[in-house]
């Protein structure tokens, strides 16, 4: 069964600086990596996602996947206050279902 | 664009009621999902549905049925409701597991 692990558990952070959020997932088989934001009390909206080795930008948000290592981050640079949100990353094989990771609790400070 | 309704929004129920939480989707997505998010952390699948009349088993379906009656709509029924498992309840439409997925916001379930 797939394992998606999400590391920092949370993260505090200064307006301006770069933030960087881990997951780690256990299917080599998987195809499709994302990355979702909830903000407190809102539903968890898509942010990016990946399909192959590489990174992406968008913004301030950039993605980068590692299949060999089983690994995918997203940086956000020049980190807002408006930022602050748990963080999911979620992984998918060709199937019809994604597996979310444990989260990780971003708050960016003033 | 479309969107997810999910009702009651907050539902108070005794321990050991049976109780049922309804979505409705107009994105007129195939696919439909029922995630638990306990406290601020990750979601955990419950039932997932890729069709009306469809349905499939999550990693936390035990003391779960859900039911598609029909393509917009998939509804969740907690059998024997505990304390255990007060949390927040999302309800989710996509095309696919790869492929983003659209979220409601949650219906917030107390077990008194």
């Known amino acids: 069964q797939q394992k998606v692990q999400q590391s920092p558990e949370s993260l505090i952070v200064p307006e301006g600086a770069m933030t960087s959020l881990n997951c780690t997932f256990s299917?080599?088989?998987?195809?499709?990596f994302a990355w979702y934001r909830q903000h407190s009390g809102k539903a968890p909206k898509a942010l990016m996602s990946?399909?192959?080795?590489g990174e992406k930008e968008e913004g301030r948000f950039t993605i980068h996947l590692n299949k060999a290592s089983l690994h995918f981050s997203l940086h956000i640079r020049d980190s807002q206050p408006s930022d602050s949100a748990l963080y999911l990353c979620?992984?998918?094989?060709?199937?019809?279902?994604?597996?979310f990771g444990t989260g990780t609790k971003l708050q960016v400070v003033p | 664009g479309g969107i997810i309704t999910q009702t009651p929004k907050f539902l108070i129920g005794q321990e050991g009621q049976k109780l049922t939480l309804k979505c409705q989707q107009n994105?007129?997505?195939?696919?439909m999902y029922w995630y638990r998010q306990d406290s601020g952390k990750g979601l955990r699948l419950i039932y997932y549905?890729?069709?009306?009349?469809?349905?499939q088993k999550g990693d936390l379906s035990e003391g779960y049925d859900a039911s598609r009656e029909k393509k917009s709509s998939f509804s969740l029924t907690v059998t024997s409701a505990q304390k255990n498992e007060m949390a927040v309840f999302l309800c989710?439409?996509?095309?696919?597991?790869?492929?983003?997925?659209?979220f409601g916001p949650g219906t917030r379930l107390t077990v008194l």
């Open positions: 990946i399909f192959s080795n």
């Open positions: 979620a992984v998918a094989n060709s199937g019809t279902y994604q597996r």
């Open positions: 989710a439409s996509g095309t696919g597991g790869a492929r983003e997925q659209y």
């Open positions: 299917d080599s088989a998987s195809q499709y």
């Open positions: 994105f007129n997505h195939d696919t």
């Open positions: 549905s890729i069709t009306e009349n469809d349905l």
